[in-house]
């Protein structure tokens, strides 16, 4: 609301208060007054009176408008508090591009002290020369009542650096409709374009990298689609990337069929464990041969945790993998020899320490056997007999019925030496009809009796043979560690001697070293 008619507002009251009083003066006073005429002129004073207090006034709101005094309305006052409150700069501008307003930031953006220092200043002459024809064209479009939205451009500050502005801009109505001044706003985005252009030159580095690397690079968004591949997946399958960014499904299908229910499965983990992968898969290249991939991929996510697609890596694998196949071969072929060879040496060893007729053990394990035997029987206390046993009559058999069956009647004596003894006991053939048996943790006495079961059990043995049928029978002479020798290779002597006096006496019996005939 104007000055004007709140001044009204105030005479017209008083002017009638004054009237009214004036009228009721004059009918107390019983004045001849009290005319018409009187009231009239009365009146026409008071009017007079109002007119100069309302030509008062309005000379006293022109001095205050030189004075730039004007008063300024609590809307107004907040209306500035806010202007003075953005971020940005705001300035308000004539058509020409003179600046009629600039709030504080503005100032203080452009490097000025004072808002003063802006007024009736070009719009032009923050700008360097090279923009003032750009700088022409966004003002015209604006008078013929368009707009610019985000234009970039250089400003020049008072000491005369340059920063990176963008800038809004659209003209204003007056009250009767027809565009009075140009509003525009300033943002200093020197920041921001030194920030895209850190962002531009990691891009550039990368992708030189990226494009110059061994290994095919990719980058893939949330809906499997590239955003980005090497050049050397053309190297590797065969496919350039244009391929692969128009059909996203082509990397899956080139997978082997073998392999792709693999490769899905570690895209599932991958994604769901939000971690890095690793795989090996085979594709088919676009020239029908088969290669290996070593397959590294990041999921990506921001800092929200939304995802934001793949990042991986694609190595060509293939001469490794045909040299780790080889390997493979040649270390399974040499697996297969180094059994065979076990198995020789398995044999050599049982041949080393067997006897190949009767399957028992020789004299070559004998002497590692008595050694060991004699140490533990000396570490425990314990006795061990030593028995040895001579074949009866296998010479004649031998002269009378041949080789063959003197060895089947070998046989069948190991058979049952075999089938005697117990597990820790440990028997021999001593020679060519003589066997010898270490009898463990065993006395004199119960040696004999058990070596003389040996010789029952043996007598029973009938082997028919043409015609005829033929006994086997064995004498055996027995001797105990310590008691008829110092060590086991003593009692041995010892056993041998009682055999020799056994076989004197008669044959088919059992003689205990010191019995007496």
Known sequence: MTARPRILRLLIPIIIAVWLLAVLRLRLSGSDAWTFEGLLSLTVGILGAG???LAIGALCKE???????????????????????????????DFSGRILFCNWQGATMLG???????????????????????????????????????????????????????????????GNGFP????????????????????RESEMFYRVVADNTFEWEFWQ??????????????????????????????????????????????????LGERKHGEIEIRILCADGRECWIN????????????????????????????????????NEKLRLQLEEINVLQAILREQAFHDPLTGLYNRRYLEDALKKEQARALRAG???????????????????????????????????????????????????????????????????????????????TVITHQDANLRVTFTAGVAAFPQHGKTLDET????????????????NRVMTAGQRL
């Not at 700008?127 to 003032?132: M, V």
């Not at 009075?180 to 962002?199: G, P």
């Not at 980005?228 to 299908?253: A, H, M, Q, W």
């Open 63 to 93: 001095q205050k408008k030189m004075r730039g005094e004007t008063i300024q309305p609590a809307d107004e006052f907040e209306r500035k508090t806010i202007l003075e409150s953005l971020p940005d700069a705001l300035t308000i501008m």
């Open 382 to 460: 314990y006795p061990v007999s030593i028995a040895i046993l001579d074949m009866d009559n296998l010479k004649q058999i031998n002269d009378t019925y041949g080789y063959n069956v003197g060895d089947k009647v070998l046989t069948i004596l190991s058979g049952k030496l075999r089938e005697l003894t117990r597990l820790d006991d440990t028997v021999c053939r001593y020679g060519g009809d003589e066997f010898l048996a270490i009898l463990y943790n065993t006395s004199l006495e119960n040696a004999y009796y058990r070596v003389e079961e040996w010789r029952v059990e043996l007598e029973k």
């Open 295 to 330: 397959q590294v991929c990041q999921p990506v996510f921001d800092e929200n945790g939304i995802f934001m697609g793949v990042r991986g890596s694609n190595r060509d694998v293939t001469k490794r993998k045909i040299a780790e196949d080889e390997l493979h071969r040649v």
């Open 112 to 174: 000025y002290e004072t808002v003063d220092e802006l007024s009736h200043r070009s719009i032009l002459d923050l700008a360097p020369e090279a923009e003032h024809k750009r700088l022409s064209e966004y003002l015209q479009r604006i008078r013929e009542g368009g707009a610019i939205k985000e234009v970039q451009l250089t400003i020049v500050r008072k000491d005369g650096a340059h920063f990176h502005a963008e800038i809004r801009a659209s003209a204003s109505n007056e």
């Open 180 to 199: 009075a001044t140009i509003i525009a706003t300033i943002r200093n985005i020197t920041e921001h374009k030194w920030i895209e252009a850190q962002i």
């Open 221 to 270: 968004a949330p809906n499997n689609r590239y955003i980005y591949l090497s050049p050397s997946c053309k190297r590797i399958s065969g496919y350039d990337d244009v391929e692969f960014i128009s059909d996203t499904d082509l990397f899956i299908n080139i997978i082997h069929p073998d392999d792709r229910g693999k490769f899905k499965e570690y895209q599932r983990r991958m």
């Open 492 to 507: 041995i002597i010892s056993a041998d001697v009682t055999l020799y006096h056994a076989k004197k006496s008669g044959r």
């Open 51 to 53: 007119v100069i207090l």
